[in-house]
T-cell receptor, first 114, second 116 residues
Framework: DQQVKQNSPSLSVQEGRISILNCDYTNSMFDYFLWYKKYPAEGPTFLIS?????DKNEDGRFTVFLNKSAKHLSLHIVPSQPGDSAVYFC?????????????FGAGTILRVKS | DVKVTQSSRYLVKRTGEKVFLECVQD?????MFWYRQDPGLGLRLIYF???????EKGDIPEGYSVSREKKERFSLILESASTNQTSMYLCASSLWTSGRFTDTQYFGPGTRLTVL
């Protein structure tokens, strides 16, 4: 059973508009969340993260929101650019006793149209 | 600059062959990981290692083994390749942290393995 779910396999957005990628998780013990971005034929690269003690983290055009009661997080990209077209993976960190493992979602393909 | 390299970008093997996938990192990271990426399933952890000669099973270890003889190198071994092991294999590394927050994992470019 997937503990981290990205229910939208793909998303298409017009350049300049907002992209919102969603992620749900089932394990309330997760205490750290990350977003990774992956271009074809490349490995994923870290984008932004948030700890469970916060509800928002912002880095330039990228903002991650965490709603712990709903076990939901979202990544907002404003404004969206064609270079943002990639696969976005949500990941969560189990409790610290499990070390540095991450649990990944299935990914969402974002297409930004110019 | 952080770098994780994988020995092959593309690999084609036959059913029953023994397959070695090599991963090297130059960041002196303690942790190393092997994932496979499949459509609709995301990245699934096969094995990971916290230190030299140390290994832990991930979520899908069946049919795989690993070796970590040196800190910078982590090898994934398919003892007898099968067609259901056709996938994209990704290696990653990270610093070891004892606190509550996980350090970033850095990924290699991936190896696309096809088993015929």
């Amino acid at each position: 059973d997937q503990q981290v779910k990205q229910n939208s396999p793909s998303l298409s957005v017009q350049e300049g508009r907002i992209s919102i990628l969603n992620c749900d998780y089932t394990n309330s013990m997760f205490d750290y969340f990350l977003w990774y971005k992956k271009y074809p034929a490349e490995g994923p690269t870290f984008l932004i993260s948030i700890s469970s003690i916060k509800d928002k983290n912002e880095d330039g055009r990228f903002t991650v929101f965490l709603n712990k009661s709903a076990k939901h997080l979202s990544l907002h990209i404003v404004p969206s650019q064609p270079g943002d077209s990639a696969v976005y993976f949500c990941a969560a960190s189990p409790p610290s006793s499990d070390g540095n493992k991450l649990v990944f979602g299935a990914g969402t393909i974002l297409r930004v149209k110019s | 600059d952080v770098k994780v390299t994988q020995s092959s970008r593309y690999l084609v093997k036959r059913t029953g062959e023994k397959v070695f996938l090599e991963c090297v990192q130059d960041m002196d990271h303690e942790n190393m990981f092997w994932y496979r990426q499949d459509p609709g399933l995301g990245l699934r952890l096969i094995y990971f290692s916290y230190d030299v000669k140390m290994k832990e099973k991930g979520d899908i270890p069946e049919g795989y083994s690993v070796s970590r003889e040196k800190k910078e190198r982590f090898s994934l071994i398919l003892e007898s390749a099968s067609t259901n092991q056709t996938s994209m294999y990704l290696c990653a590394s990270s610093l070891w942290t004892s606190g509550r927050f996980t350090d970033t994992q850095y990924f290699g470019p991936g190896t696309r393995l096809t088993v015929l």
